[in-house]
């Protein structure tokens, strides 16, 4: 079965996956390219992507934070701890799931079980054409929930002083604050932008590109060959930080720890 293509946006286009991780699960795809080379229009394209589908996932679910995630030349094991199945035929993918108060199960503990044992959402036409009927329309204004706080940890404090491993053309490579594993690093604009969907094209462009520095430092450093990383927008999705910031881990078969398998231990019961 092929994932249902429900609205395009350029080279990209929003689809429903053949396993969804939880209801609320769409993603971006592109047939061709990787998700760290993208141009200031095809940028632009995803921005539009993110919006209506953030948008329609708030119309139908209630969705009202949002985590992404998305890899760079790795495909997951197949336990695939931490990460939604590939789509296939997606040359670059983006999986988007809405969070909201209440949910029943939030994406990071269905993907802490081996894909095996997860209870995938079945596919759903009613579903299917009902987003295509809702993406046909002008997305609905959304202001997503950004957490509180006067200082922002993406602009002030250690960011400036000894966080930061390189930057460029107005984004910002930092060492987390709390290491859990190695290689992680955090991939920021140097703008105070709090949600994902207010990012300019040339930021995204700038975030992709360094995406590919981050690979290469990785592999230097810890023989990686991919990545994969993911983002958390809105309070309702955990956002720690009111600051965009992508959470980015060097892969590669013979690493020594799955990071979301160590991400997973560090939950408490009572984190989502
Ligand atoms: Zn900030």
Do not use: K
């Amino acid at each position: 079965m092929r994932p249902e293509t429900v609205a395009e946006f350029g080279t990209w286009r929003i689809v429903v996956p053949t396993v969804r991780v939880v209801e609320s699960h769409l993603v971006l795809v592109r047939s061709v390219g990787r998700v760290d080379s993208l141009n200031e229009r095809e940028a632009a394209d995803l921005i539009d992507a993110y919006r209506a589908a953030t948008s329609v996932l708030h119309r139908i679910f209630g969705s009202s934070g949002f985590m992404i995630s998305f890899s760079v030349l790795w495909q997951p094991d197949s336990e695939g701890i931490g990460e939604p199945d590939p789509v296939p035929g997606a040359g670059c993918a983006i999986h988007v799931f809405g969070r909201r108060p209440g949910e029943l199960i939030s994406p990071v503990r269905a993907m802490a079980l081996p894909r095996r044992v997860r209870l995938p959402a079945r596919p759903d036409p009613e579903l299917v054409e009902r987003l295509r009927h809702e993406l046909s329309l002008p997305p609905e204004p959304l202001t997503i929930e950004a957490p509180e706080g006067n200082l922002c940890d993406g602009c002030t404090g250690s960011v400036l002083t000894d966080q930061e491993r390189w930057r460029s053309r107005d984004v910002r490579v930092i060492r987390p604050r709390r290491v859990l594993i190695d290689p992680h690093v955090l991939v920021l604009p140097l703008r105070h932008v709090v949600s994902l969907r207010d990012l300019e094209p040339s930021e995204v462009v700038s975030l992709s590109a360094r995406l590919i520095e981050s690979l290469a430092q990785f592999r230097l450093g810890s023989g990686s060959t991919g990545l994969s990383g993911f983002a958390n927008d809105g309070i309702h999705a955990r956002q720690e930080t009111p600051h965009v910031h992508l959470h980015v881990y060097g892969r590669s078969a013979t690493e020594p720890v799955n990071p979301y398998q160590r991400l997973a231990a560090y939950l408490s019961p009572n984190r989502p």
